[in-house]
């Protein structure tokens, strides 16, 4: 045989792998001397062969064969090792069968198919090892022949690259893996090349600009999403990042598919290949929309309260920890006549207050800035023409956004006019008291108990009798002669319900026991709410003494001084005068309460549109300003409330409407009302001891507020302790009983508390609560009194007792409290602007936010409008003189019934003008400030359906 080898190589490295040897056989003896030069040959061939085996069986590289049917007959010790089959057992095994997965047959296969045509190859073979885990090998193929040439099998040579491949599928994997991170971040992640073109876009950033990936791919980002103005600065940040600058929280603007504008906080890196060459920008982006739109809201919600501060019809002005001015509106320069250049950072006590109350302004300022709030404080302000400004201040601690105090804030009401009226109807009552004193008439009068409470110089001279002597005495059993004690009780009987006794003659026995006979007039004396309270007797004429003397008859001699007559009919006269001239005072008192409870009324109104028009989400900074400026817009309210039912009390206009209602909610109501008015020192209890007689007839409203009033009076003057709260049944009665342990009201003080503008201790307040619960109490002929004795322990009870019906338990019906969501049209109708938008607003924002809203600014213009357009909803103002117009709001009502309107139409004002209103064919009127956003809802939702209900079908 004739054997010819060739060097085995690694494809790749070139690496030695073994021999390939072909033999050719030699059958011609007829030449034995080649013969046998052969056979020398083939011994060294033999030898050759045997070495080329042995390197085959210990090369470190796994070699294997097969024959033309996929059968091994070719096994290394290295596939042995590898794959943990013996050479014997692996001969005769089929290859595929044995060590190649399932999955990977039919591309074996072509491979091997391909091979036996001749065709070597290498390829990638994945096979079972011997320790149950996958082999990756790295196989070249070649073939096998016989001495024809003939192909008979292939012979395979392979390194393993198991860990090459885990690591490049490791890779591959991780690969996988950040791609679908970038994909379906939760955060916006795009990119660019050197180019400035887009090459990366993830699902969140295709998400919130409307674009896709394959819409967004190689267009320029600048100019395809970045609005023009800011094109320059953002191509020099994505400038500095392909320089390799990296850039942390850059704010840009985005501008979307549908031309919305995004606001993104984005971190830009650069972004290099393999061999770390710049190729890109990378950018991480996190979607602040919402919060530079909340932060924007906010912006705008301050620069409106900023207006709305600055254009308030009260005064407001403010400090910081220094007490230098640092906040004074338009209002305070109006009536100061210190523009606020001049104002600010100018010490506010030294050089706006009075020196005489500069020490209590500061105390007052000093509790502020430590928290302690003061209200109704009256301050005398200096202005800039050295007048004096009365202003009743409440003073606000003002605190920044980390609740820290930075100042006070204070707002105001000039009672500059009230306070000069006050003094000047102070004045006349000190004439009037000097003139009763010094009358050369005399003048006495008692209470309704018949006691004597005026007495005057003239009366005690007459009588011998000091006023010191006389006060509290009985009149009647006192000073009255026997025999007429049972008329003159009589007279004064008719006096005291309101009838006039004149030229009544009486008989007064003095302190010498003389008989003086005079000639009088009894007049019913009434207190501020028109109540009757006593009488004055004025003596027109003087009868001489009657004198017993002994042994001689009682002569009376009756003569009369013409003269002293006239000069007291000149006195009768002017008192008269003076009478006359004090009613019109209080009518005019009257009319200037509903005047300013008008003009207060307005603003008020539309600060509170603006405070129920505030975003939910504001910071708790703004939210504690708006607390707070609801607060004073609220306790401003109660007191036009309060001025408004004094009036009515004295017109006699004030009724009680009985409804059922539950005793249990409504002391469960008010305490939870007042309990945050409560000192914290104090504990705040409530005892219900009704026993089952809960539901009764009575006026809810008006009876809250004898409660209320009663309550708050008690939470003004108890620092430490408690407050308990009570109701029971006495009888046919409902007692209320309103126990604290504050310092106590001393006896002699107790009747003046129920009068008007009487407080104690000069405690904040209008002096009100009490006078118009007495009132109430009287109107539902019921009792209130004071339990206390300050001499014998502390402590207050107040007891009121109304005599009220059982009643059956009603159900309340629910009310839908959730905005109109249809699109209602509303016409505004108020002549002032601020008025009209703070409204408008308040609409939007809390009440029909799909509303379309249109105003008018007199009740001419309304109706110029109604005349081509329709609304569902009317909204009427009463009184629109700053707009031009003529009308009052009730005669704008009444045309547009005539008219036909089929409106809602609702009165507003600051005045009590329900009847009015109705009468002239409103559906409802509210009351400013306007009631809650819940209510408005319930009252419209309920006229329109009345509305669509009176419309012939």
């Avoid at 220094?322 to 100061?336: A, L, Q, R």
Wanted: aromatic letters at 6%; one cysteine or more; hydrophobic letters at 40%.
């Amino acid at each position: 045989m004739r054997i010819e080898g060739s060097v085995r190589q690694h494809p790749q490295n070139g690496h030695f792998l073994g021999f390939l040897c072909i033999a050719t056989e030699m059958t011609d003896t007829s030449d034995i001397p080649n013969a046998r030069e052969a056979m020398n040959d083939l011994n060294i061939m033999g030898q050759f062969l045997k070495e080329t085996r042995m390197i085959i069986d210990e090369s470190n590289s796994p070699m294997f064969g097969v024959d033309n049917y996929g059968i091994i007959n070719e096994w290394n010790k290295k596939m042995a090792q590898i794959t943990g089959c013996t050479k014997e057992h692996s001969h005769g095994l089929n290859f595929m069968d044995a060590f190649v997965l399932p999955q990977f047959h039919l591309d074996i296969e072509l491979v091997f198919n391909n091979a036996l045509q001749g065709n070597g190859a290498s390829f990638e073979l994945e096979i079972q090892g011997g320790d149950g885990y996958p082999l990756h090998l790295l196989v070249n193929v070649s073939t096998k022949r016989n001495v024809e040439g003939i192909i008979n099998g292939l012979f395979c040579i392979a390194e393993d690259i198991t860990e090459s491949a885990q690591h490049e599928r490791a890779v591959a994997n991780t690969a996988k893996e950040l791609r679908q991170l970038v994909d379906t971040a939760n955060v916006p992640i795009f990119g660019i090349d050197l180019y400035g073109n887009i090459n990366e876009w993830n699902n969140k950033t295709a998400d919130i600009s409307g674009y896709s990936a394959d819409e967004a791919f190689n267009r320029p980002l600048v100019e395809t999403f970045i609005l023009p103005e800011l094109r320059e600065s953002v191509t020099n940040i994505f400038k500095n990042g392909l320089e390799g600058i990296g850039i942390s929280n850059y704010n840009l603007e985005f501008r979307t598919k549908s031309k919305d504008i995004l606001y993104l906080l984005i971190t830009i890196t650069t972004r290099r290949d393999p061999e770390n060459n710049i190729v890109g920008v990378v950018c991480v982006a996190q979607d602040i929309t919402e919060t530079c739109k909340h932060e924007r809201a906010v912006v705008a919600t301050a620069n409106e309260l900023r207006q709305l501060i600055d254009t308030a019809n009260a005064p407001i002005f403010g400090i910081d920890v220094d007490g230098d001015v640092n906040e004074w509106n338009d209002k305070t320069v109006e009536i100061t006549g210190f523009t606020k250049e001049e104002s600010f950072d100018r010490n506010l006590v030294e050089n706006f207050i009075v020196p005489s109350l500069r020490s209590s302004v500061q105390n007052v300022l000093d509790k502020a800035l430590q928290g302690i709030e003061t209200s109704n404080y009256e301050l005398e302000f200096r202005t800039k023409s050295n007048e004096i400004r009365y202003l009743l201040v409440n003073a606000t601690t003002r605190r920044d956004d980390e609740n820290n105090i930075v100042g006070v804030v204070g707002v105001a009401q000039d009672i500059t006019e009230a306070v000069d009226r006050d003094r000047a109807v102070a004045s006349i009552a000190n004439e009037l008291r000097h003139l009763i004193e010094t009358a050369n008439a005399p003048i006495f009068g008692v209470d309704c108990d018949g006691a004597v409470n005026e007495w005057n110089k003239k009366t005690a001279e007459i009588t011998g009798y000091t006023k010191e002597e006389a006060f509290d005495e009985a009149l009647v059993k006192t000073f009255i002669a026997p025999a007429m004690r049972k008329q003159v009780a009589a007279m004064m009987k008719e006096a005291l319900i309101g009838k006039q006794v004149s030229n009544f003659e009486l008989e007064i026995i003095s302190k010498s026991r003389d008989v003086k006979i005079l000639l009088v007039n009894m007049t019913t004396r009434r207190n501020q709410n028109n109540e009757i309270v006593g009488g004055k007797i004025f003596i027109t004429l003087f009868l001489k003494l009657r004198r017993d003397i002994t042994n001689e008859r009682l002569v009376v001699g009756v003569a009369q001084d013409v003269t002293e007559d006239r000069k007291r009919t000149k006195e009768l006269r002017e008192m008269h005068y003076l009478r006359a001239s004090q009613e019109a005072k209080v009518e005019t008192e009257r009319n200037m309460t509903a005047y300013f409870a008008h003009e207060l009324r307005n603003p008020l109104g539309a600060i509170d549109s603006a405070l129920n028009a505030m975003p939910d989400d504001i910071n708790d900074s703004a939210r504690s300003l708006v607390d707070g400026m609801k607060l004073c817009s609220n306790f401003m309210s109660s007191i036009m409330n309060n001025l408004l039912d004094v009036r009515k009390m004295e017109e006699g206009k004030m009724t009680l409407k009985p409804a059922p209602m539950s005793l249990a909610n409504l002391l469960d109501g008010i305490h939870h009302m007042l309990l945050p008015s409560v000192k914290p020192s104090v504990q705040f209890f409530k005892v219900n001891d009704t026993k089952g007689k809960d539901w009764v007839l009575g006026d809810k409203h008006r009876i809250q507020q004898v409660y209320t009033n009663v309550i708050t009076n008690a939470i003004k003057y108890t620092t430490r302790g408690s407050i308990t709260l009570s109701i029971r049944w006495e009888g046919r009665y409902v007692v209320f009983e309103c126990a604290d342990t504050g310092p106590g009201i001393p006896i002699s003080e107790q009747r003046k508390l129920f009068e008007r503008f009487v407080q104690r201790g000069g405690a904040p307040g209008t002096g009100l609560g009490l006078a118009i619960a007495k009132h109430l109490v009287d109107l539902s002929d019921g009792t209130i009194r004071f339990d206390s004795d300050p001499s014998v322990r502390p402590g207050t009870k107040c007891i009121v007792e109304l005599p009220l019906e059982e009643s059956e338990e009603t159900r309340a019906m629910k009310t839908d409290e959730k905005m109109i969501e249809s699109a209602i049209s509303f016409l505004i109708i108020d002549d002032v602007k601020m008025n009209r938008t703070m409204l408008k607003r308040r609409i939007k924002r809390g009440i029909a936010p799909n509303a379309i809203i249109k105003e008018a600014s007199t009740g001419e213009e309304a109706l110029l409008i109604c005349g081509t357009e329709t609304f569902d909803v009317i909204l009427v103002d009463q009184y629109m003189e700053e707009g031009g117009g003529v009308m009052v709001g009730t005669d704008v009502v009444f045309a547009m019934r005539r008219m036909k309107f089929d409106a809602v139409l609702i009165g507003c004002s600051g005045n009590d003008l329900n009847d009015q209103f109705i009468e002239a064919g409103a559906d409802l009127v509210w009351q400013k400030p306007m009631p809650s956003n819940s209510k408005i809802i319930a009252d419209v939702r309920a006229a329109m359906l009345q509305r669509k209900s009176l419309k012939p079908p």
